[in-house]
């Protein structure tokens, strides 16, 4: 699947892996599979929300495939962040001192990500970010941090595309006001615009819960010149936004709405949502590419739906998401590296590190 991301990783992995501790053995596993036990790995993720509903399944998946493909066994012990860092924090001491993990996959945002990787910084065991952003000071801070996710600096360029092939000047920034969304993105989308000769002209922060506040807000913006907006929010945000706006006649000709991979990628997940979708009638939606044709990916998503539908019977969409691969590509990563730092603990890439 990504290719490029998972040969990073496990390099980066197997040198930091062969400093942290040896595993213990899983009680409830069947004996075959239990005699063949690598490792632990520990997983940070919110189930409450979608992406973490597709991660941890995406994870169980990649465990199950890497023991059917290699008869290597690890566990993956999974926590429930519910979003809050304090909690991802906590999850992350009870895994490293408690179930001896090995590394920790996770979590979501980078006010989660940014605790966690302190605490397996102070206990040298890596942690790999699914965050989106990931400042780059931080892995320079926390060497034991590894981003397993795409950067925002790439994606920031497909949105200055667009708006290079328009020739548009100037654009509104609506964004999620959280950390991760204003230290993420900005620097990146005011660098990318530069280099097409645009700017960002207004800042729009609207807090996560935000709801009736947004008529307001978006009346604000229909008395600017700039009818060009990027947003760059959660879907849940996105979709009260729109909603909005459809009703203020502000999805219409002469504006234009560009929505980020925050959004856009998730959008599968409400495609049978009537209303959600006939207000989003129009947006353009930048988000990560990956090959459906693939035999992999065909057999992964057949058995992906099957899987989500009985365990979410909640959730009217069953595909996979980029977010799903990004986590069963990191798993094997993991998974990958360990068996490397089992085969030869004294290996180069433990020496050059
Ligand atoms: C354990 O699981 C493996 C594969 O998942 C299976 O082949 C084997 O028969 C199982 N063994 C027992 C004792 O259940
Ligand atoms: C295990 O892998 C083989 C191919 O190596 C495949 O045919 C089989 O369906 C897989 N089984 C499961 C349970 O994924
Ligand atoms: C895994 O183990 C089974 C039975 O022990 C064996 O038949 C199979 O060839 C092994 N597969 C790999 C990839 O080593
Ligand atoms: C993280 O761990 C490394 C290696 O032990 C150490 O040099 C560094 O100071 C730690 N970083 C922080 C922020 O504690
Ligand atoms: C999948 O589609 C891409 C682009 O359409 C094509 O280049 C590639 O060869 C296809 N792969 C397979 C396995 O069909």
């Known amino acids: 699947m990504e290719k490029f991301l998972l040969f990073f990783c496990i390099a980066a992995l197997a040198a930091l892996l062969s400093f942290s501790k040896k595993a213990t053995v899983h009680a409830d596993m069947n004996s075959t599979r239990k005699n063949h036990v690598k490792g632990t790995v520990g997983a940070i993720v919110d189930y409450s929300s979608r992406i973490g509903k597709e991660e941890k399944l995406a994870m169980e998946m990649a465990i199950d495939d890497f023991y059917n493909y290699t008869n290597q066994s690890l566990i993956l012990q999974l926590k429930n962040s519910q979003g809050d860092p304090i909690k991802a924090a906590l999850a992350a001491k009870d895994l490293i001192d408690n179930q001896q993990v090995q590394a920790i996959l996770g979590p979501q945002t980078w006010e989660e990500a940014s605790l966690v990787a302190e605490v397996g910084n102070q206990s040298h065991v890596p942690v790999l970010s699914l965050a989106d952003s990931t400042p780059s000071w931080a892995t320079k801070r926390w060497p034991f941090l ?161 899987k989500f539908n009985t365990e979410h019977p909640e959730e009217e969409n069953q595909e996979p998401g980029i977010f799903a691969l990004q986590a069963y590509d990191a798993t094997w990563a993991v998974a990958l590296a360990m068996e490397e730092t089992n085969k030869s603990p004294n290996n180069c890439l433990t020496k050059s590190y």
């Open 146 to 306: 590894i981003q397993a996710s795409p950067s925002q600096h790439v994606q920031m360029k497909a949105v200055a595309a667009i708006v290079q092939s328009w020739r548009w000047r100037r654009v509104i920034l609506i964004y999620e006001d959280i950390d991760s969304a204003a230290n993420g993105v900005i620097p990146h989308l005011s660098d990318a615009l530069r280099e097409v000769g645009a700017e960002i002209t207004h800042f729009v922060a609207l807090p996560p819960s935000a709801s009736s506040s947004l008529s307001e807000e978006l009346e604000k913006l229909k008395m600017q010149q700039c009818r060009v907006f990027v947003v760059h929010s959660s879907l849940p945000l996105a979709r009260r936004l729109f909603e909005t706006a459809k009703k203020m006649k502000m999805i219409e000709k002469d504006y234009v709405w560009i929505t980020t991979d925050w959004t856009t990628s998730l959008v599968h997940s409400i495609v049978n949502e009537a209303t959600a979708i006939s207000s989003m009638q129009g947006v353009l939606g930048v988000k990560s590419y990956f090959p459906e044709n693939g035999s992999q990916f065909q057999d992964f998503h057949t058995r992906f739906r099957r």
